[in-house]
């Protein structure tokens, strides 16, 4: 089993920063890739920021804001988050694709954290 826990998240000005970690545990054999999403209010959950061990992605409202990285060694990524803006309020979630060795087989899947709230506002 794999478990991804996040943490981070709070009340956050605009202008501000705020970093979200996420840890990955349990039977890993290797992350392909790491992202974060987010769900506001009344939306659909987008994609904010994702990584793999040869591009990074960014969703334009946070391009040159954001910065999404990866400690390989901690199997954590982070998601620095500065120029915070009040439509950046959102519920932010850890996304990862993960092989895990389960006896003779690798198996592939898609995990997700519980979620983190951040908000921003004066």
């Known amino acids: 089993q794999v478990q991804l826990v996040e943490s981070g998240g709070g009340l956050g000005q605009p202008g501000g920063s705020l970093r979200l970690s996420c840890v990955a545990s349990?039977?890993?054999?290797?992350?392909?890739?790491m992202a974060w999403y987010r769900q506001a209010p009344g939306k659909e959950r987008e994609l904010v920021a994702a990584t793999t061990s040869s591009s990074t992605n960014y969703a334009d409202s946070v391009k040159g804001r954001f910065t999404i990285s990866r400690d390989n060694a901690r199997n954590t990524v982070y998601l620095s988050m500065n120029s915070l803006k009040p439509e950046d309020t959102a519920v932010y979630y850890c996304?990862?694709?993960?092989?895990?060795?389960?006896?003779?087989?690798?198996?592939?899947?898609?995990?997700w954290g519980q979620g983190t709230q951040v908000t921003v506002s004066s």
């Open positions: 996304n990862a694709n993960i092989t895990t060795r389960q006896k003779l087989a690798f198996i592939r899947g898609t995990y």
């Open positions: 349990g039977s890993i054999f290797s992350i392909n890739a």
